[in-house]
């Protein structure tokens, strides 16, 4: 909860206890929720990213140790400008093959298992 919303929790419990003459009781509650509802809305979506961003980074740190051992395998020839695995550090990886850098990237995300994230 916000403290936008905190602030507006008790005027507007006691404009739905009291509502002006003329409004029902009914239409003070809905008011209230609405206008509680537009207060809590920017805490709730920073909650839901931040939640997001912690399942996201928690995801990419268990991974980490994998895509680790298969990056420091991998060497770059500067003079053809492709990357290659002398010995193969997993068994999806195959060593002596030349491949391009963007493909090096991916097999190393694959590897880590935040190909997706």
Not at 16 to 22: A, D, H, K, L
Not at 47 to 61: L, P
Request: aromatic share 12%.
């Amino acid at each position: 909860m916000s403290i936008p919303f905190l602030g507006a929790l008790a005027p507007m419990t006691f404009s739905v206890m009291r509502p002006q003459p003329g409004i029902g009781w009914g239409w003070a509650l809905f008011a209230a929720l609405v206008i509680l509802g537009v207060l809590a809305t920017p805490s709730a979506i920073v909650f839901t990213i931040a939640s997001h961003r912690v399942r996201r980074n928690s995801r990419i740190s268990r991974g980490i140790p994998a895509a680790s051992i298969v990056w420091r395998a991998g060497q770059y020839c500067h003079r053809c400008g492709l990357c290659f695995w002398p010995y193969p550090p997993t068994a999806t990886v195959t060593a002596r093959e030349s491949i391009a850098p963007h493909q090096f990237t991916s097999i190393v995300w694959n590897a880590g298992g935040y190909a997706n994230v």
